[in-house]
């Protein structure tokens, strides 16, 4: 074998490095308007009134595009996978996030479109809004959403995305020590160099080709077709060279609106987000509130789990519902426990939608369930390492949905950071293996839970 | 007014408060300066002005009469390359490579000015230029090896 | 004013591919006359080099070398359906698509290879551009042969397709959450130490060192693998430590526009990192492959977060780990956790409990 594992040059690297690689914003074709979005400027409010005849009656415009000119406003882009649309392409009734898009512009350059977008008439009749996932169960709660506070469309209609396992009373019972705290990792942005970038183009056939800067070519061209209703083969997506990603260009934010406004003005129409509105108006990684209880015993055993888990959806739910449910498959982390108790809800509240980025749903296990462990660490008084060895995953070990891990190198990765930073274990935690269960590391709690691995 | 681009002299019919940028990308074409921010925060907008790393959508293009605008494509081809694009493709110093101009050109006028760039140098001429791809470190790799040669 | 040194570690798991399956990826292959490949793909590459590591694939699997394959990916109208880059997919999921386009046109090349040389095609193999008869290497045609055998004499195209697609592991009951099948292509490992020096007068944490191990299965391209752990490793840093798009949250007020007031990690950042790369092979990853782009920014803000507790005795479990937030930690490092019974309760004043209504849903119960 010559190629795998071979640490060849990248196959577009002389591209990048000569300045040539091609991004959207550096396709030029003939013709070209530029487009800029109205945004609401309030957190959550009823649309009044909104006018746009003296805008689009201005010079150098081409095109204003509200939700009327959109076929089918409401796409959920998860709907294959069950969740439900919430969220119109433009806000027709009300708005419920500060910079929610209600109008395109395509006008000859930038700054024609920007007047335009400010000649729009709006107004608005303000509503109480909601910020706090935590008092999003209150009484008094304002309504963040038309489905209420949180997403009810989990399977069986369940508005809570739940998972049980073993006897998580009995092994609170049976725990020495219980060990809970409360950890909150924030909201940042994916911010990759390049901003989202869509250049929309009208065929003489009838067709629209779409450059776009999507990180999935045919799941973005599926949500333009939706909202069209176009079958496939009328767009031609064009890309697969992107300025970056990390998950914040799969919402496809872009290529939707430029698309229409390209139909309407019957001109190729690029709509380039600034940075300033990358860091306002696009969708970030989510914030989490995340509480957990281990019981655990005074030698380091991890019996059961309590965890309660407030996902931070923002205004519409995107991605969230997925990413709630991955989440929830993964609230162990890298260690067998077999009684678990886990709730988790994916919160509506009036700021910007949250969706993927880097590690999506696990991002936030990761870092509160190591933390925790941590923690119990340190209150029992057992070496970092040795606690989380003890515990981790094994061959035939099971997870939070019953599923046989077939071959986890928790045990190996730890060890190797041990060796790197100089830390001493004890020879019975060096000579720990994957293998199955065994022996002192097969204690009765654990019994039940071993589960076969199949292939 | 005129714009002097890797040595060619351009008519240009923009406003003399546009910036250089939106000048280079939309009137001449030339597009490797990036729009990565538009507010003078990432560097992805890096031209040479006079060899010295500038920020084109910050320069207003009229008060560019007279001076020399160097961007990568006149630094090197895919035939020729520049030491410095050399450097970095052999380190990998570029994933996505939409930072990797500005990159370029301010390593190339480090070397021009410090051929025995340090560290420390090499930071500082460096700091102002974002990546979230690579975590810098094949970039830090790049401009040492292009550090080197050049000594 | 004083500097304090802490080092914190982490272990972490990530799966590979989406969650729950069903994420189809397809590619198609065509040979050209002179035994070039082309290799059309749906797979954005977003820098994470997937437009490298699939050809490098097709290159092994076919058995060419990796300067004759041409790949794109660049529009729907040639190329066949890719899920996403996204799930760490783009080498596990879409890299097998690649991997058996590749295995279906090699298989058109050796029955055209056999007709030529009349062998029958389970007794060749295909080596650095030529077709060989295993076990007797002098009898052999190039590739480049075999594709101009195709095209002239045999009047053939020689195409290859593959897709690849786990089936979709439905959640059976609700109620407990589990399913029926494994709900993940693979699953990849990492294990993470960090050590910070920490000023207990600004409150400043200073990520000094990263010790990053990860289990990519097998790394396909081992830089470009390296480039993912280090790009993600300033990821890490950032939420730990840097990035906050709202820094009164749960208020979305005085969000930063610019780069002024967002924090992106930049060259200063730059701790010392140190990289294991081990290779546990998967069972059906393309040669063993498992995913790893995703998970790479996970394990550094818990080590980071216990590096801080070991620096100065303080436990900062809200992100990004602020000097305002260790300072205030700090003015409260006597209070301890509360005890109650069997109990140790700690951040009562962040909990449900303590912030909302005492009839909310949402209330965590903790406490004897």
Same mark, same amino acid.
């Given at each position: ?31 070209? /308007?530029?487009?800029?979005? /109205? ?5 959550? =409010?009823?649309?009044?009134? #909104? ?21 089918r406003l409401v796409y959920g882009h998860l709907e294959a996978l069950g969740i439900p649309g919430d969220e119109p392409l433009l806000a027709k009734d009300e708005v419920r996030y500060k910079a929610q898009p209600i109008a395109l512009v395509a006008a000859e350059d930038e700054e024609t479109a920007q007047l335009a977008v400010e000649a729009i008439q709006i107004d608005f009749d303000e509503r109480p809004a909601l ?68 250049? =929309? ?26 909202h069209l209703e176009w079958p496939l083969n009328k767009l031609k997506f064009v890309g697969g060279t992107v300025g970056g990603g990390f998950g914040g260009k799969v919402d496809t934010a872009t290529e939707t609106l430029s698309a229409l406004a390209a139909l309407k003005s019957g001109r190729p129409v690029k709509w380039r987000w600034t940075r300033e509105e990358e860091f306002l108006c696009s969708s970030t990684r ?21 965890? /309660?888990? /407030? ?68 209150? #029992? ?38 060796? =790197? ?35 | ?151 | ?120 095609? &389970? ?73 910070? &020096? ?23 391209? *081992?830089?470009?693998?390296?480039g993912q752990i280090q790009g993600g490793a300033l990821m890490g840093l950032g939420l730990a430590v840097l990035e906050e798009c709202y820094p009164y949250y749960p208020s979305v007020e005085h969000r930063g526009g610019e780069f002024g007031s967002y924090f992106v990690p930049g060259i200063k950042d730059l701790p010392k990192i140190d990289t294991i790369i081990l290779e546990n092979p998967s069972a059906d990853g ?12 996970? *394990? ?57 209504? &005492? ?5 965590? *119960?903790?406490?004897?």
């Amino acid at each position: 074998m010559k190629a795998v594992g071979a640490r060849l040059p990248r196959y577009d690297g002389v591209a990048h490095v000569t300045g040539r690689t091609q991004y959207v914003d550096d396709v030029r074709v003939p013709n070209m /308007l530029w487009a800029k979005a /109205l945004r609401s400027p309030v957190d959550h =409010a009823a649309i009044k009134k #909104l006018d746009v005849k003296k805008a689009a009656a201005m010079k150098g415009v081409h095109a204003v595009v509200t939700w009327e000119d959109v076929p089918r406003l409401v796409y959920g882009h998860l709907e294959a996978l069950g969740i439900p649309g919430d969220e119109p392409l433009l806000a027709k009734d009300e708005v419920r996030y500060k910079a929610q898009p209600i109008a395109l512009v395509a006008a000859e350059d930038e700054e024609t479109a920007q007047l335009a977008v400010e000649a729009i008439q709006i107004d608005f009749d303000e509503r109480p809004a909601l910020f706090d996932v935590r008092k999003a169960a209150d009484p008094d709660a304002p309504q963040a959403h038309h489905w209420g506070n949180w997403y009810p469309h989990f399977e069986a209609e369940m508005d809570v995305r739940q998972i049980r396992k073993g006897d998580i009373d009995r092994a609170f019972d049976q725990a020495d020590t219980i060990v809970s705290g409360v950890y909150r990792p924030a909201a940042i942005e994916q911010l990759p160099l390049e901003t989202q970038t869509a250049l =929309a183009v009208p065929e003489p056939s009838g067709r629209m080709t779409i450059y776009s800067c999507t990180q999935a070519l045919y799941f973005s061209m599926g949500v333009v077709a939706a909202h069209l209703e176009w079958p496939l083969n009328k767009l031609k997506f064009v890309g697969g060279t992107v300025g970056g990603g990390f998950g914040g260009k799969v919402d496809t934010a872009t290529e939707t609106l430029s698309a229409l406004a390209a139909l309407k003005s019957g001109r190729p129409v690029k709509w380039r987000w600034t940075r300033e509105e990358e860091f306002l108006c696009s969708s970030t990684r989510a914030p989490w509130h995340i509480e957990i209880a281990d019981a655990v015993t005074k030698d380091g055993w991890i019996l059961g789990r309590r965890m /309660l888990t /407030l996902h931070d959806s923002g205004a519409y739910s995107r991605f969230s519902p997925y990413g709630v449910t991955k989440h929830s498959f993964h609230h162990t982390g890298a260690y067998t426990i077999p009684n678990l108790h886990f709730d988790g809800y994916c919160v509506y509240t009036n700021r910007v939608p949250t969706t993927a980025m880097r590690g999506f749903g696990v991002t936030s296990v990761s870092f509160s369930t190591e933390l925790h462990v941590s923690r119990i660490a340190e209150v #029992l008084g057992i070496d970092p390492f040795e606690l989380r060895l003890k515990n981790a995953n094994r061959i035939g070990d099971t997870s939070p949905n019953g599923i046989a891990y077939s071959d986890p190198s928790t045990v190996s990765t730890i060890l190797s950071i041990a060796d =790197a930073i100089g830390h001493e274990l004890p020879a019975d935690s060096r000579t720990m293996t994957r293998d199955p269960r065994a022996g002192e590391l097969l204690p009765k709690h654990l019994v039940e839970q071993v589960g076969k691995v199949d292939h | 007014m005129k714009l002097t681009v890797n040595g060619v002299e351009h008519e240009v019919e923009s406003h003399g408060l546009q910036p250089l940028l939106s000048v280079l990308r939309e009137e001449l074409g030339i597009t490797s300066p990036k729009a990565g921010c538009q507010q003078g925060g990432c560097g992805a907008c890096t031209v040479l002005v006079d060899g010295e790393p500038r920020r084109s959508c910050l320069i207003p293009a009229g008060a560019l009469n007279g001076a020399a605008i160097t961007t990568v494509e006149g630094i090197g081809t895919p035939e020729h390359l520049a030491p410095v694009q050399a450097a970095f493709h052999e380190h990998y110093g570029s994933q996505c490579g939409f930072c990797t101009p500005g990159f370029l050109l301010a390593t190339h006028a480090l070397i021009e000015r410090s051929p025995g760039a340090d560290r420390a140098q090499i930071d500082e001429a460096l700091a102002g230029h974002a990546c979230r791809c690579t975590g810098y470190v094949k970039i830090l790799e790049a401009v040492e090896a292009a550090v080197g040669g050049a000594k | 004013m004083a500097l304090h040194t802490g080092r914190g570690i982490s272990a972490i798991e990530y799966p590979t591919g989406m969650n729950q399956n069903g994420d189809p990826s397809q590619a198609w292959i065509k040979i050209k006359p002179d035994g070039r490949v082309d290799v059309f793909s749906g797979t954005s590459d977003i820098g994470n080099g997937s437009k490298t590591i699939q050809s490098q694939i097709a290159a092994d699997t076919l058995g060419v070398p990796y300067e004759w394959i041409t790949y794109d990916n660049s529009n729907t109208d040639s190329s066949p359906l890719c899920t996403g880059t996204f799930a760490s997919r783009a080498t596990f999921v879409a890299g097998n698509a690649v991997l058996k386009a590749a295995a279906n046109a090699k298989q058109k090349l050796l029955e055209i290879a056999g007709k030529e040389l009349e062998i029958a095609p &389970e007794d060749l193999e295909i080596i650095d551009g030529e077709v060989i008869a295993k076990g007797s290497p002098q009898k052999k045609i190039s590739v480049p042969d075999v594709a101009a055998a195709a095209t002239w004499t045999y009047g053939e195209l020689i195409t290859g397709t593959g897709a690849q697609l786990n089936p979709y592991a439905a959640i059976v009951d609700p109620e407990t959450g589990r399913v029926d099948s494994p709900p993940h292509a693979a699953i990849s490992y990492a294990a993470c130490a960090a050590e910070v &020096e920490v000023d207990d007068e600004t409150g400043e944490v200073r990520v000094e060192h990263l010790w990053q191990c990860f289990d990519v299965g097998r790394a396909i391209n *081992p830089t470009l693998v390296e480039g993912q752990i280090q790009g993600g490793a300033l990821m890490g840093l950032g939420l730990a430590v840097l990035e906050e798009c709202y820094p009164y949250y749960p208020s979305v007020e005085h969000r930063g526009g610019e780069f002024g007031s967002y924090f992106v990690p930049g060259i200063k950042d730059l701790p010392k990192i140190d990289t294991i790369i081990l290779e546990n092979p998967s069972a059906d990853g393309p040669y063993g492959a498992k995913g790893i782009s995703e998970m790479a920014n996970n *394990p550094q803000p818990p080590a980071i977060a216990t590096a801080v507790f070991d620096a100065i005795g303080v436990w900062v479990t809200e992100l990004p780990i602020t000097p305002e937030r260790v300072l205030r930690a700090l003015e409260r490092k006597e209070q301890g956790p509360r005890r109650e019974g069997k109990w140790t309760i700690f951040d009562d004043d962040l909990s449900v409990r303590t912030v909302a209504h &005492e009839k909310s849903r949402f209330r965590f *119960p903790v406490g004897a």
